[in-house]
């Protein structure tokens, strides 16, 4: 389905989520680190809207970007010891994660390469929000609920921890 | 009547019986044709704010019974293209001990995010470049590139004044951004769409208009959307007495002015926002629908310059105390009430 400029595309944001999720692991300054990850989430957005889920790219930077890494460059920039500092890349357990990290890859190719992907012919939905809508009120209404109640307590929890001072 | 959305869909087809003559394969008209809409939008915002330079300066001046701006040109018309020459021909100073490629990129970020939201602002019939089905939702969610924009700025400039000024406008963004999308969703309901056209022309007639059937929402979303772009009476962020400048201390020369610059391009680009939401975008009678988005686009300016020679800005806890105790609430019940009778 992928022709010419879509699948250009693609290779520039595979390229650009790869790059920068490197780099968010391997910068020396934390702040950098958070700054890839933006950039990281930025490109996997751009996937979402190369497959038609507009939606959930506007989500997914609405809450990844806009929520989440900044509550961390927050967290960054509040902590006055992560403030500018030099984190250590490695620590002393390389062994070990070598072995754990070379098992996972080994797991992964093995699963990526004998799944048999179902491909549907069916065009990609126009008015995904409305469907998206219907699906989590009905179909997955108790899914939905459960979240909500979930979100709820860390919320609580949140208020708590903050007030305990 | 002259629609400029009929003029640009001539050039289009016009450009493209030319690439049918010529043998050029559909995607460089495509290309083409998208270079060219984006230099029109970036000279639309470029003229916009330049102008906006100019009439805040005579607005304020003439609520504090001065002259302002006189002496270049007619009541100072030049003094803004004057001021933008200056600003491009000063000397580029980076700090020497800023962490350099954050503070470069910053304002950059800043910039681009704020020129992405015109994607989905529809100036007239025809003339949206691209009526994306989740529209406003794509401008809520373009509109946080801003945030880190300015944490970057206030990082990176290795200052306390300028970190702090960041930090304060990134909560404030955050917190009045809850009050807004819950604002937002009022009108969305009523429209049963998130398209900016759809939400245009659920509105033909005046008693249509959102501002009167979402009237709560109307005024939580000018208040949040004034918070957001972070003007008087929400200025906090570059409060000078406390904060020098807040998060642009740092920045002199062309990268100060493309702070400035996207801080108007946002101010338009609000105010065309609240225009197609809630006063009917580009509806109205005899004139074309290009003029008459235009003409309330600027009555929206020009209120919200209002509010900034009227108001003074408020203290850093009752703003964060106002969006969450009275402006969230406030939100959350229009949205309900708008749920059970819409």
């Known amino acids: ?165 | 009547m002259f629609e400029l959305g009929k003029a640009f869909e001539a050039i289009y087809n016009w450009l493209g019986s030319l690439f049918t003559r010529w043998g050029i394969p559909q995607f460089w008209l495509d290309l083409l044709s998208m270079f060219l809409v984006f230099a029109a939008v970036l000279a639309f915002i470029t003229l916009s704010a330049l102008f906006l330079v100019w009439w805040e300066r005579k607005v304020s001046a003439h609520m504090q019974v001065r002259l302002g701006p006189m002496r270049t040109g007619w009541h100072g018309w030049r003094q803004s293209i004057i001021d933008a020459i200056k600003l491009i021909m000063k000397e580029d100073i980076i700090p020497a001990k800023v962490d350099k490629a954050v503070f470069v990129i910053a304002p950059i970020v800043v910039f681009v995010s704020a020129l992405m939201v015109y994607v989905c602002i529809p100036f007239g019939k025809g003339m949206i470049i691209k009526d994306l089905n989740i529209g406003i939702l794509y401008i809520l969610a373009i509109t946080t590139f801003t945030v880190v924009g300015l944490l970057m700025a206030g990082w990176g400039s290795n200052n306390k004044y300028s970190l702090l000024g960041g930090l304060r406008s990134a909560a404030q963004i955050i917190s009045y951004e809850v009050p807004l999308t819950l604002s937002v969703l009022g009108v969305v309901l009523i429209t049963q769409s998130l398209s900016m056209v759809k939400i245009v022309t659920a509105q033909t007639h005046v008693w249509q208009w959102y501002i009167f059937r979402q009237p709560v929402g109307f005024l939580v979303y000018l208040t949040a959307a004034i918070a957001e772009v972070n003007r008087t009476p929400f200025d906090i962020p570059e409060a000078e007495q406390e904060l020098v400048a807040g998060y642009n201390t740092e920045y002199s020369g062309m990268k100060f002015a493309m702070f400035f610059f996207a801080e108007y391009t946002n101010l338009v680009a609000i105010s065309a926002v609240v225009t197609t939401l809630f006063l009917g975008g580009w509806n109205g009678p005899w004139l074309p629908s290009w003029i008459w988005f235009l003409i309330k686009t600027f009555f929206v300016i020009l209120v919200v310059m209002w509010f900034r020679w009227t108001y003074p800005r408020l203290r850093v806890d009752q703003l964060m105390g106002f969006a969450w105790k009275f402006l969230l609430p406030l939100a959350f019940l229009n949205l309900i009430l708008t749920a059970a009778f819409a």
């Open chain 1, 1 to 165: 389905m992928l022709t010419g400029v879509s699948e250009a595309v693609y290779y520039i944001l595979a390229a650009i989520i790869i790059g920068s999720g490197v780099m968010v692991v391997s910068m020396k300054n934390i702040f950098h680190s958070a700054l890839f990850l933006v950039l990281c989430f930025f490109g996997v957005a751009g996937i979402y809207i190369l497959l038609s889920a507009e939606f959930i790219a506007a989500v997914q930077v609405l809450i990844y970007v806009g929520a989440i890494t900044i509550l961390m460059i927050f967290a960054i920039m509040l902590t006055a010891r992560l403030y500018s500092a030099q984190i250590k890349q490695s620590n002393e357990q390389v062994v070990p994660g070598l072995i754990i990290v070379s098992a996972l890859l080994v797991i992964t190719i093995f699963a990526l390469s004998k799944t048999t992907w179902k491909l549907s012919s069916q065009a990609p939905e126009t008015q995904t929000v409305a469907e998206i809508g219907k699906l989590l009120m009905t179909t997955y209404v108790l899914p939905f609920e459960i979240v909500s109640v979930v979100l709820l307590s860390a919320l609580i929890g949140a208020i708590v921890i903050a007030r305990r001072d």
